[in-house]
């Protein structure tokens, strides 16, 4: 079997960004795409969150449906409705709670990418100041 040439190295991808401003390096098409990057990353924490948040409500659905079709007295279901209905509004108080929280922290992260995205420009526009 013949030897195999190595993989040939894969360019910088800012290397490409870079060309669309001329006189701005990779490094500086990187600094302004790094802002960006957090910010989806917070975006995408706060989805997953909400999703876990889902999943475990529908979980929890799933078993009142199970359990109501196996009350036999009415003050059976009742209860469960009772306690489903306290369950239900305490997890959707505490969700509220983590979404604000994340929503504050979004945006703060917002205030925070465009201070750097605009230093980050103003480094590929003026270099030398």
Same mark, same amino acid.
């Given at each position: ?16 960004? =870079? ?8 490094? !500086? ?40 079709? =196996? ?7 009742? =209860?469960?409705?009772? &306690? ?5 509004? !305490?997890?959707?108080?505490? &969700? ?13 992260? !917002?205030?925070?990418? !465009? =201070?750097? &995205? ?12």
């Amino acid at each position: 079997m013949p030897a195999q040439k190595p993989p040939t190295p894969v360019p910088n991808p800012f290397d490409a960004f =870079s060309t669309l401003m001329p006189g701005a390096s990779a490094a !500086a098409m990187a600094a302004l795409i790094r802002p960006q990057a957090q910010m989806m990353e917070a975006l995408l924490r706060q989805n997953i969150e909400l999703l876990d948040f889902l999943r475990t409500r529908f979980e929890r659905d799933r078993v009142m449906v199970a359990h109501l079709a =196996s009350a036999t007295e009415a003050g059976d279901v009742m =209860s469960l409705w009772a &306690e489903f209905m306290q369950r239900s509004l !305490a997890d959707y108080g505490s &969700e509220t709670h983590k979404l604000a929280a994340s929503v504050t922290d979004i945006a703060q992260q !917002a205030v925070r990418s !465009a =201070s750097d &995205e605009t230093a980050a420009i103003g480094k590929v526009l003026h270099p030398k100041a």
